[in-house]
């Protein structure tokens, strides 16, 4: 068991930290333990202690508070661990004694305050040496369960406190769930911790703090030698959270990604970037493309090195939509933010909800930078347009009441952007959306926006136009990462690209698009193809097959030995065949493992039923050895930016009022350790849960009172 916590310079293990404490206890032993001085120099130190002492407050030698004279001289205060097993009594005569606590027997008391005497006879008390027996006997019956994956026990074993092992996980704890530093000398989680074991020593939160420090160390040089080491990273984590100074050009950027690059060793491993749709990131991407191309170390020609974010992507085309129907958005925005504003008028609002006996019990304001809040404010709003007439004829104050033909137009823009929220939720719900989960979606949008382009209401018609513009922008080019992540999906392959490819492109243009995207694929194919066998290259070919034939004929090697001796060319019919084999296995087989795949059917399952990809091309890597890494790449290439963007509210949680002014080398220790540490303990993101995802959205529930 490592424990990070005890050298900044890499030290694994706990002697480090016990060897500071063993210092520090030396240095506090001189003060509180003057056992091992000699009686003048005791008494030079008790002397010097009681010098200056204030008045008005007095101990008793036996740990008895006996109320203090105002001009009394105070008493010596005892410094001796002697007095941790005797103390001081006064025999009826009025005479002072030390008295062991263990064998209560009595002892003369010096007037120089000299211990000498106490601490021989300490040594040698039998009764003390039996308590203290009894402790140790009583400390070893103190068991540790050690507890296995599945919360079992698996070992039990004696318990030993090791507080370099505590701090250990106390930064542990601070880090994964971005507690504060403070929080270590909060009083009752101190309590706890003596409840809890009566060893625990209090953590201050500067120790604390430098304890997450050599944690965030110590997992940075095993991350990074993980990294040295793998070919191909198909894990998420949170490498550099650095502070850019403006202005934040492209060439700025790249810059810094570069520098980013280089400190983790992996200036030579990167295959595709995923950025949002901003003009300094396109700035970026062209500049680093530039870099890598030059090292050429990107796959087919950087064709799949640029992966624009499909939810942004998604969130600019419906914004555009929306913008055409301002007004009634605006309307039924303001209307809420109305009756939000006065519990009065939510009391009305819902009385009236009752009496009509309306279901829901919510409005949503929405955050107008949030396409999918005000998709869901509009669609509650709908739950409640009779109420608003209503409410209006009894508040004269309210004027946001849409006309029956605007209720109209928000039931059309729900329905049309209902398939949006759909798929913004698939790919907001999850983890790590895989590149194979778009192109399905893709095609259904355009196929509804050349639906709704025909509609025959004017701001369908120009917001569906509106939205198509935009569609064609950003994937009216072939979308190559999405396309190979769909045909390498087992239930799609070409079937969905020769579906999909009409609709998203038109006819005439489909046949281009799809002989492009297969030349693309046979060329990345070929690629790892040339890679495998330049890795392989020095394994000798079907060794363990000639090993066998061997060992099979070596029995009639004998038998022949004697024919051939006579120098006649004989070549037997098992020979023949051997040489016949040998030629076939040199030839290259007739077709690929890509060309198998394509022709194989596809994979047949519900079409509700969640196939975990990844999963089955691991089952399937011993028919498909080469295409199955190539397709585990493919789709490990992220398509959104929503699993970095949730770093940036992680840093909204950590950078808050009161912990505003933290160094950039603090909040990075703080964000990539928590990404790590939570990852080591296997503590999951709540992001596929629903609240996530209208966290994400970012709009505010305003509920109606119970009337």
């Known amino acids: 068991m490592y424990s990070p916590l005890n050298s900044?310079?890499?030290?694994?293990?706990?002697?480090?930290?016990?060897?500071?404490?063993?210092?520090v206890d030396q240095e506090l032993d001189i003060e509180e333990n003057p056992d091992e001085m000699t009686e003048d120099e005791l008494e030079i130190i008790e002397e010097h202690d009681n010098e200056g002492g204030g008045v008005g407050e007095q101990k008793s030698d036996g740990g008895n508070e006996e109320p203090a004279m105002p001009f009394e001289k105070k008493q010596r205060k005892k410094k001796s661990t002697v007095w941790d097993d005797m103390k001081i009594v006064k025999l009826d005569?009025?005479?002072e004694k030390v008295q062991c606590n263990h064998c209560k027997e009595l002892f003369a008391k010096s007037t120089t305050g000299a211990t000498s005497q106490h601490k021989r006879h300490l040594k040698a008390c039998l009764q003390k040496k039996m308590a203290m027996g009894e402790q140790n006997r009583m400390k070893q019956q103190v068991l540790s369960f050690t507890e296995g994956p599945s919360d079992g026990i698996t070992s039990i074993t004696n318990f030993s406190y090791d507080h370099a092992k505590v701090r250990e996980l106390a930064s542990h704890m601070v880090l994964a769930h971005e507690y504060a530093f403070s929080m270590m000398d909060h009083v009752v989680f101190n309590k706890f911790m003596k409840a809890v074991s009566p060893f625990y020593k209090k953590i201050t939160r500067q120790t604390v703090k430098e304890d997450c420090i050599s944690t965030y160390q110590l997992e940075k040089r095993k991350l990074k030698s993980v990294l040295k080491s793998a070919s191909r990273v198909l894990q998420k984590r949170v490498l550099n959270f650095c502070n850019v100074p403006p202005p934040h050009t492209g060439v700025i950027i790249a810059d810094a990604l570069s520098k980013c690059f280089i400190d983790w060793g992996i200036e030579n491993k990167i295959s595709s970037i995923t950025v949002d749709n901003a003009s300094y990131n396109d700035a970026c991407v062209r500049r680093l493309r530039e870099d890598f191309s030059l090292r050429k170390r990107l796959s087919i020609a950087g064709k799949i090195f640029h992966v624009r974010c499909c939810a942004h992507i998604l969130n600019l085309l419906v914004q555009d939509g929306l913008n055409q129907l301002g007004d009634v958005i605006d309307t039924v925005r303001e209307g809420i933010k109305y009756l939000n504003n006065s519990e009065g008028r939510l009391n009305q609002f819902a009385k009236i909800a009752k009496q009509l006996q309306l279901p829901s019990r919510k409005l949503i304001l929405d955050?107008?930078?949030?396409?999918?809040?005000?998709?869901?404010?509009?669609?509650?709003?709908l739950e409640f347009k009779d109420v608003f007439p209503r409410y209006e004829d009894i508040d004269p104050g309210f004027h946001y009441v849409p006309s029956d033909y605007e209720w109209l137009q928000v039931v059309e823009v729900c329905r049309f952007l209902g398939i949006f929220h759909e798929i913004t939720n698939?790919?907001?719900?999850?983890?790590?959306?895989?590149?194979?989960?778009?192109?399905?979606?893709?095609?259904?949008?355009k196929e509804l926006l050349n639906e709704k382009a025909?509609?025959?209401?004017?701001?369908?018609?120009?917001?569906?136009?509106?939205?198509?513009?935009?569609?064609?922008?950003?994937?009216?080019?072939?979308?190559?990462?999405l396309s190979l992540g769909a045909i390498v999906d087992p239930r799609y392959k070409m079937v969905l690209i020769y579906h999909a490819f009409p609709i998203i492109y038109g006819e005439e243009e489909a046949?281009?698009?799809?002989?492009?995207?297969?030349?693309?694929?046979?060329?990345?194919y070929n690629e790892y193809v040339d890679t495998h066998f330049s890795s392989h290259a020095g394994e000798p070919p079907r060794q363990s097959v000639k090993r066998k034939h061997k060992e099979v004929s070596s029995s009639s090697a004998q038998s022949q030995g004697n024919v051939k001796k006579l120098g006649l060319p004989i070549l037997t019919g098992k020979e023949k065949f051997q040489m016949h084999v040998s030629e076939i296995d040199k030839a290259p087989p007739e077709k690929s493992d890509l060309d198998i795949y394509l022709e194989e059917g596809r994979y047949a399952c519900d079409a509700s039923a969640n196939l975990d990809v990844l999963g089955w091309w691991k089952g399937e890597r011993w028919r498909f050895p080469i295409l199955s890494r190539m397709a585990s790449d493919l789709l490990s290439i992220p398509v959104t930016t929503v699993a970095s963007e949730s770093t940036f509210s992680t840093g909204g949680r950590v950078i808050d009022d009161r912990r505003a002014s933290m160094s950039v080398e603090t909040v990075q220790m703080l964000l990539c350790g928590s990404n790590w540490i939570r990852n080591l303990h296997g503590i999951k993101t709540k992001s596929r849960d629903q609240s996530d995802v209208a966290e994400s959205s970012t709009y505010h529930e305003v509920e109606l009172p119970q009337n």
């Open 8 to 23: 900044h310079q890499g030290s694994s293990s706990s002697p480090a930290m016990e060897q500071l404490n063993e210092v």
């Open 511 to 524: 046949a281009v698009k799809i002989d492009e995207i297969k030349q693309l694929l046979y060329e990345l």
């Open 93 to 95: 005569n009025g005479i």
């Open 454 to 481: 025909l509609d025959i209401s004017d701001q369908i018609r120009a917001m569906a136009l509106s939205m198509s513009a935009k569609f064609d922008k950003y994937w009216g080019e072939t979308n190559v990462v």
């Open 426 to 445: 698939m790919i907001s719900g999850s983890d790590y959306p895989t590149s194979n989960i778009f192109l399905v979606e893709l095609y259904r949008i």
């Open 367 to 381: 955050c107008p930078t949030r396409w999918n809040s005000t998709y869901l404010m509009l669609a509650s709003a």
